[in-house]
């Protein structure tokens, strides 16, 4: 190494350290019970925002620690599987919350930083190159994620539910694991809107059709008609639903879905997202060996559902 190269990565290294230092007064850490804990993000004054698949539907009890305030009870206000967005109630969280610095699009390349909280360690961190950058997609559960954010980088536990930060400080996504442990950010945006209705409602609207449905192999003979090999079987119907008075049937066999074969039930799953409350769906189904096409209208999931 150079005479001249050993400052310019000292002094990279102490900007790093004081941007984490700076950026942890943000992140809380989240106490499951049972010695388990993830991070949190301080979003605004009383809110924090963590991962919602590490948080229990109804939990005994939840406690955060912060660097500042210490330790204290936190409250779960709602959560949504399908975005991996979980909202606690804080009162002792007061100060700006990262919400107010949400980043611009990050670039391939460019180097990112999770920060998360251990209760026992203090702040914790990981960095690395922002290794894709995407377009909007579905979760498995039908949520909708703003933007595919991916970062080279490993993530411990603790760490998940933390933030991703640009190089300024500023607040890319949640952070996450993805599928073989990638590190994933759920992107501010997605996060600003699951927190609102989280915080409105306590749940996130979600479509509703109010049909239960079940694979089932189409006989050769209706597979040419149909286009398809398989179909969706409408088992039960709500007689007060959109598909119910859009003229769906017990026994009708779903084979199309707004135009498009259907081949499997994640695809109707996917199309009942919050925002498709209201819209209309055209659906073409087999019925007593015929083929016919219904408009059906999404509705609201019921807050029981």
Not at 88 to 117: C, D, H, K, Y
Not at 236 to 241: E, Y
Request: charged content about 20%.
């Amino acid at each position: 190494m150079s005479e001249s190269t050993a400052p310019r990565l000292n002094d990279l290294s102490n900007e790093l350290a004081e941007l984490v230092a700076s950026s942890a007064q943000h992140i809380v850490a989240v106490r499951l019970g049972g010695g388990r804990s993830l991070s949190g993000i301080v979003w605004r004054p009383g809110y924090v925002v963590t991962a919602a698949e590490r948080v229990d539907d109804d939990p005994t009890s939840l406690r955060v620690v912060s660097g500042d305030a210490g330790e204290s009870e936190a409250k779960l206000l709602g959560r949504d599987l399908s975005t991996d967005v979980a909202v606690l109630s804080v009162v002792s969280v007061t100060g700006e919350g990262l919400s107010a610095r949400q980043a611009a699009t990050p670039r391939p390349g460019q180097l990112a930083l999770a920060v998360g909280r251990s209760p026992q360690h203090g702040a914790i961190v990981t960095f690395g190159g922002v290794a894709v950058v995407g377009g909007a997609w579905q979760s498995q559960l039908g949520g909708r994620i703003d933007r595919l954010v991916r970062v080279d980088a490993s993530l411990s536990r603790a760490a998940e539910g933390g933030a991703v930060l640009d190089p300024e400080g500023s607040l890319i996504g949640m952070a996450v694991l993805g599928p073989r442990r990638a590190l994933l950010a759920i992107p501010s945006e997605t996060l600003g809107r699951v927190v609102e209705q989280l915080v409105a409602k306590g749940r996130i609207s979600r479509g509703y059709l109010g049909i239960a449905l079940q694979p089932v192999r189409l006989p050769e003979g209706l597979q040419k008609l149909a286009n398809t090999g398989v179909g969706l079987l409408v088992s039960s119907v709500d007689p007060q639903s959109g598909a119910a008075l859009g003229g769906m049937l017990l026994g009708d066999v779903i084979v199309g879905w707004n135009g498009e074969p259907v081949r499997d039930y994640r695809q109707v799953q996917r199309s009942l997202a919050p925002e498709s409350v209201g819209s209309s769906l055209t659906v073409a189904a087999v019925r007593a060996g015929g083929l016919i096409t219904l408009r059906l209208t999404v509705g609201e999931r019921p807050s029981s559902g």
